[in-house]
């Protein structure tokens, strides 16, 4: 895979009487290694920090679980070694690069795994993701549940396995398991307590965050949870909060009526449900708040940008060629994003089509924003969605499509299969049509979608 780039411009260090240029590493309150106090502070700005303000010494902490053997590999890594990753290592390297900072480390690793995600890796990679620093943590965590909500069927498959074999759930991998997961899991939760008592209070003060109506659906299935949260009660206050869980359930469940096809209200109105989806907004939703048609000719679209990469790091690579007025980046997967980036120039847009722009060594791919034929005023808002799955709402296509821009007005025709979706700016069309152009995919309760300008007549 490479190694690490070591800056050996040590010049900075030269005047610094009070910089420690021999450090004294603590593991384990033992001595672990002594090294230069340069390299590592060209490596990890964090680590400078600590050398300098402990008079050379740098005591490892928050890696007691790891072994003496994995810790000498990250310090092998930060002189040049090699870097060969497998799931025995890139564990406690992403945690080590995280702790410390080291950016470079820490793409590579992440890089690695995201590329490699698995049902089986998934409750790991959880757990791994709590012990990162929380900017890291907030990167991980999104592709995560992005991948549990695409396949949450074999996650429950294989969360159900493990809690049979004994395995220890932990608290943020079963929560987004069923924030997530448009299956009924109120099984799982079931065993997770009367496997471990001790969550009974955890469990209790979470559920009302989650849809409790859809894995509890029927009175029977909630009774037994309720009857396996008594048997593990240890105090009068957890039975006064069980006592009114149940009356919140049952209250919901008497409330509880199935959209009907004739049912009219405002789409805005309308709560919103667990569609699956493979990409979500990350900077945000595009409002327009000019009337006119957009200047499409100024607009560009940028791919092959790595998952870790944030809006400033296009900012600054981006805005090398001129100014940007308007950005927005969207996760499509668990491997990949998008940007479409308003210039404020045509000139400026054109010069960045035929400039090598680089971010974290992925050169990016960047390609004039195409406006769709049909877009001819600022009037025309509409989108023409087919394949539509004949039992979806309209908080189901709406959930769908909500991420890119403001949804106004939905209109299912369920005999054909078929929807028309009307936004309240024609830039969040734009962006839609894109996007299916260029190979993203739909889903609307599971079900790939297609989505085509609307015509004239299609009606």
């Avoid at 490699?116 to 012990?131: D, P, V, Y």
């Avoid at 309720?226 to 206050?237: P, R, T």
């Avoid at 400026?348 to 400039?355: D, G, I, N, P």
Wanted: aromatic fraction near 10%; charged fraction near 25%; charge should be positive.
């Amino acid at each position: 895979m490479g190694k690490l780039n070591l800056d050996r411009d040590f010049s900075r260090f030269f005047n610094r009487k009070d910089f420690p240029h021999e450090v004294t590493v603590w593991f384990r309150d033992k001595r672990f290694v002594t090294c230069s106090g340069m390299v590592l502070a060209q490596q990890s700005a964090v680590m400078e920090e600590i050398i300098c303000a402990n008079n050379g010494v740098l005591l490892l902490k928050n890696m007691d679980e790891y072994s003496l053997t994995e810790i000498r590999e990250c310090f092998h890594l930060l002189y040049g070694a090699d870097i060969a990753f497998s799931w025995e290592n890139v564990g406690f390297i992403l945690v080590f690069s995280s702790l410390y900072a080291i950016k470079d480390l820490f793409s590579y690793a992440f890089d690695w795994i995201v590329q490699r995600i698995t049902t089986q890796s998934l409750f790991k990679l959880f757990e791994l993701a709590s012990k990162l620093r929380q900017e890291h943590k907030h990167m991980l965590i999104p592709i995560l549940e992005d991948y549990l909500a695409n396949n949450s069927s074999d996650v429950a498959i294989e969360v159900r396995k493990l809690i049979k074999d004994g395995k220890i759930i932990s608290t943020n991998f079963l929560c987004a398991l069923l924030k997530h997961s448009l299956l009924n899991c109120g099984d799982i939760v079931i065993s997770w307590v009367a496997a471990d008592p001790s969550k009974v209070s955890f469990i209790l003060e979470n559920i009302e965050s989650l849809d409790i109506l859809q894995h509890y659906p029927h009175a029977d299935d909630f009774s037994q949870l309720i009857s396996c949260l008594s048997a593990n009660a240890d105090s009068l206050q957890t039975m006064e909060k069980l006592i009114n869980l149940q009356k919140n359930y049952f209250s919901k469940l008497s409330k509880y009526v199935p959209a009907k096809e004739s049912t009219s209200y405002p789409v805005d109105s309308e709560p919103t449900c667990n569609a699956i989806h493979q990409y979500k907004l990350v900077d945000g939703v595009l409002h327009l708040s000019s009337k006119t048609m957009p200047d499409f000719t100024s607009m560009v679209s940028v791919s092959n940008i790595p998952v870790y990469a944030q809006k400033e790091d296009l900012e600054r690579v981006l805005s090398k060629v001129g100014t940007i007025i308007d950005m927005s980046l969207i996760n499509i997967n668990c491997f990949s994003q998008l940007a479409f980036v308003s210039y404020k120039t045509v000139y400026s847009a054109k010069k960045a089509l035929s400039q090598n722009i680089f971010v974290y060594r992925n050169k990016l791919t960047v390609k004039s924003f195409v406006k769709p034929t049909n877009l001819r005023s600022s009037a025309e808002k509409r989108l023409f969605v087919k394949k539509v799955p004949i039992d979806a709402s309209k908080r189901d296509v709406k959930r769908c499509f909500s991420h890119f821009g403001a949804i106004k007005e939905i209109e299912i025709i369920r005999h054909q299969k078929c929807a028309f979706i009307e936004a309240f700016d024609v830039k969040t069309v734009a962006m839609l049509i894109h996007l299916s152009m260029n190979g993203v995919t739909f889903k609307i309760s599971g079900y790939k979608v297609i989505i085509e300008e609307f015509k004239s007549g299609k009606k």
